[in-house]
């Protein structure tokens, strides 16, 4: 019962919609209604400037570490921190506070990474970076840097790490699919780049 208090827990904190408050309570801009109607960081950027963009990631990455701290907070030891983020995740993906509309799950997954994994944190980071600085695509970085991050959770120990392995597959096919209508963007020529990098 326990056990089932605290992934509900972390589903509530990645439900908790950044991008929803940040933009009613200090722009009065519901951002649904603006850009690519997402509640996440890139939409925010897009919307409401770089203060509110980075505002919003931020706390999108807090709530994914957050989550994954809950059972070393309340002392669970059995419960795995990985399957404690997943549910952030899917907060933060299907929101119960937003009407179940939410962001595309990187920021979130990134912030599970940071409250198990700090060093793969930053790695992604840097992939992140260096494609957009390189193709000028936010959602195209961000799925290059879910597949870096698939692909580097086979190698990361010597021995595998299945949790690992099976939690960042998971958050990489989540990354992808709900960047479907982004990669038909992009083969069209129709996807919107960035302009400060």
Known sequence: MLYALILLLAYLLGSIPSGLIVGKAFYGVDIREHGSGN?????????????AGLAVTIADILK?????????IFGFDH???LLVGTFAV?????????????GKAVATSGGVLLGYVPIL???LIAVFFIS???????????????IVAFATSLFYNHEPDIPLIIVIGLMAFFVIYRHRANIKRIINGTEPKIKWL
């Not at 509640?39 to 203060?51: D, E, I, P, S």
């Not at 899917?90 to 939410?102: C, E, K, L, N």
């Open 90 to 102: 899917i907060g933060h993906m299907f929101p119960v506070f937003a009407g179940f509309r939410g």
């Open 121 to 123: 944190f930053l790695i």
């Open 132 to 146: 957009l600085y390189l193709t000028k695509y936010v959602s195209l970085s961000s799925m290059i840097a879910a």
């Open 79 to 81: 419960l795995h921190p």
């Open 64 to 72: 994914g570490t957050l989550a994954t701290s809950l059972p070393l």
């Open 39 to 51: 509640l996440g960081g890139t939409n925010t950027f897009r919307t409401l400037g770089v203060k």
